[in-house]
């Protein structure tokens, strides 16, 4: 006696037209790809993952307090001090990042960085590469002169319109 066909397994519960495996398979992609946002739409069904970029920082900023502990404990020395950490910088033209993506200071891992402090630049020049989605993009020199600061570290996490160096 033959058994009856077995019933194919149902994708997502009855009534709930989204499948978890796609949405398991959408979040691999953008693991692989370096993407922060992707959405699909097939059959009337419209899907979008999408993660945060900002944890990154969030773990830089979370460093950051210990620092303050000491100053807490005099709130005057601790109202002197968040002041003078911004112009701290230097007098000059910001480069900043056209991208979301990860900064490398020289063209391959062991080589001489593009540039270094002090060094002058030609307008055009390449000052380092922002790796965005598995495409290396060179980020040149808006003007010639000479640079003052390089304000990131070698495959730091950066954000669209973040600092990266400044030319004087």
Do not use: C, W
Not at 51 to 67: L, Q
Not at 87 to 98: H, L, Q, T, W
Not at 146 to 160: K, N, S
């Amino acid at each position: 006696m033959a058994s009856p066909p077995k019933a194919p397994a149902p994708k997502a519960p009855v009534g709930d037209p989204i499948d978890a495996r796609l949405v398991r398979r959408l979040a691999d992609i953008l693991t692989e790809t370096g993407l922060t946002e992707i959405e699909v739409e097939h059959a009337g069904l419209k899907v979008r993952v999408a993660k945060t970029v900002a944890a990154a920082p969030a773990m830089t900023y979370a460093a950051a307090p210990p620092p303050m502990a000491a100053p807490a404990a005099a709130p005057a020395a601790a109202s002197a001090a968040v002041p003078d950490a911004a112009p701290a910088r230097a007098a000059g033209e910001e480069v900043k990042s056209p991208m979301v993506g990860s900064v490398y200071l020289q063209p391959e891992p062991g080589a001489e960085p593009f540039v270094k402090v002090g060094d002058s630049v030609a307008a055009g020049q390449t000052l380092m590469i922002i790796e965005a989605m598995k495409t290396m993009n060179p980020i040149p020199a808006p003007k010639a002169g000479r640079i003052l600061e390089i304000l990131v570290e070698d495959g730091q996490p950066v954000e669209f319109g973040e600092p990266l160096a400044v030319i004087g």
